[in-house]
C-alpha cells in the first residue's frame, strides 16, 4: 500500500508553519479541519475534548477549540464522548500516538451502548480514526477523522502520525506563550521582528533551560532550537544567551526578576 508522498510531508510542514506565525492562543480549529479533510479522503473531521473543568481551563492551557463551537456539543453529547474507547484510552494510559478504534486491545470496547449510539448518530460515521493533542489531567482532548464505513488504511494512519506531533508542539507553544503573556510583550517582539516560536524559546532561554531541554519543551529539535537562537541573537544584536536574556529584559521583551 502507498506510504505518504513529497506532497503530504510538504502540506504537513505548510500547516504548521501556517499555526506557528500565527501566534494563536488556541489551535485554528478550522484550518487544520481542512486541511485534514482534504489530505484523508472521504473523512470527516470534528473535534472534541471532555470537560473536567468547573468554571474555566487552566490559566496556562490552551483552549483547544474556538468558544464558538461550545454550542456544538449538547451535555449528552459530551458525557457520550467521555465514554468513547479512544477517548478512555488517551486519558488513562500514556499513549499519544494516533490510533482507530481496531488497534485498541479488544478491539475497542464501548462500556456503554447507548453513549455509542449517540456518538455514531450525532457523527455520523461509524470508523473513527483519532488524534490525541495534549491536556490538563484528567481532561481528553482528540481530533477525531470519521468515514460512515470505509476503513482508515495504513497511509491514513501514517499521515495523521506525522501530523499529530506537529500539532501537539504547536499546543504546548501556545501554553508557553500563555504561561509568560506576563513576562512577554508580544507588540515589542513585533518591533524586532521576532516571531511567537522565538518568543517562547526566548522565555525558555531566560529560565536558564539548555537547548535541548527546550526542544523537549516545545517538541521540537535541538538542531531548530538552535537556528531560533541564532534568529534572536541576530535581532537583539547580541552573540549569547545571557546577552540575549539581558537585552529583551531591557526592552521589555521579558519580565524583569523579583
Known sequence: MAGLSPGDYQRILDLA??????????????????????????????LFWTMGWVDAPPADFPLPYPRDLDDLLPDLTSRSMAAHPLVRHYQTTADQA????????????????????VVGTV???RRHLALPLPAPPGEGHVILLGRPD???????LEFASRLQPLLAGVVNQQRQLLRRRDHLAVTRGD?????????AVLSLLADTLTAAAIARRL????RTVHKHLESLYRKLGTHDRLAAVLRA??????????
Open 98 to 117: 494516533p490510533r482507530t478504534v481496531e488497534d485498541l486491545p479488544g478491539g475497542g470496547h464501548w462500556p456503554d451502548e447507548q453513549a455509542r449510539h
Open 191 to 199: 518591533e524586532f521582528g521576532i516571531t511567537p516560536r522565538e518568543l
Open 219 to 222: 517538541g521540537i529539535s535541538p
Open 150 to 156: 470505509e476503513d482508515f488504511t495504513d497511509r491514513d
Open 17 to 46: 508553519v501556517t499555526i506557528l506565525d500565527r501566534g494563536d492562543t488556541k489551535l485554528p480549529w478550522q484550518l487544520v479541519a481542512e486541511e485534514l479533510r482534504s489530505a484523508v479522503p472521504s473523512a470527516n473531521v470534528a
Open 123 to 125: 457523527l455520523g460515521f
Open 249 to 258: 529584559r531591557s526592552a521589555g521583551l521579558l519580565r524583569r526578576p523579583a
